[in-house]
């Protein structure tokens, strides 16, 4: 029998981790989630990646399907829908004779959302959409360097053009 090389010996199972491993990634959880299903630690989790390709390549094939239905989502919420709920609504039976419910299909359009299309532009299109803008300045600030009476002076000036306009 050949000796233990050192520490506790592994809990990973090949045949069990990498499917709940996989269960767990494919219901949109973090890799913290998916360590605390597992019953090991974040640090576990990410040794076993790196030790087990296979347990590493199910999480991440996993993960790829809530990601893309989250993507498909903004995008839906990002140019709008429209859709049916059904509704219970009373209707009247007629004079005294009291009311019955009855579904009805109801049509609702939900609009565009804004938030979502910057959010989806900015990531998908950064060179068209930059979420930041750059300033470029010239000239040098020199208020910290003026002398009490230069800073009133140049308040004044500023003061007499802007009442100019």
Not at 41 to 60: G, M, Q, V
């Amino acid at each position: 029998m050949a000796k233990h090389p050192g520490g506790r010996p592994t809990k990973y199972n090949p045949k069990f981790h990498p499917k709940m491993g996989k269960l767990a990634a494919a219901t949109g959880k973090s890799d913290e989630e998916i360590a605390k299903e597992l019953e090991i630690t974040t640090s576990t989790l990410y040794l076993w990646k790196n030790k087990y390709p296979e347990f590493s390549e199910a999480i991440k094939v996993a993960k790829e399907d809530p990601n893309d239905l989250v993507e498909a989502a903004l995008f839906k919420r990002a140019i709008g829908y429209t859709l049916t709920l059904k509704k219970e609504i009373a209707v009247s039976l007629g004079a005294g004779m009291g009311s019955e419910l009855q579904t009805a299909k109801v049509q609702t359009h939900i609009p565009p959302d804004t938030t979502a299309q910057i959010f989806f532009l900015t990531h998908r299109r950064p060179e068209k959409w930059p979420n930041k803008q750059n300033v470029n300045h010239s000239g040098e600030l020199t208020i910290n360097n003026l002398t009490p009476e230069e800073r009133r002076a140049r308040i004044n000036a500023l003061k007499a053009k802007d009442g100019a306009n």
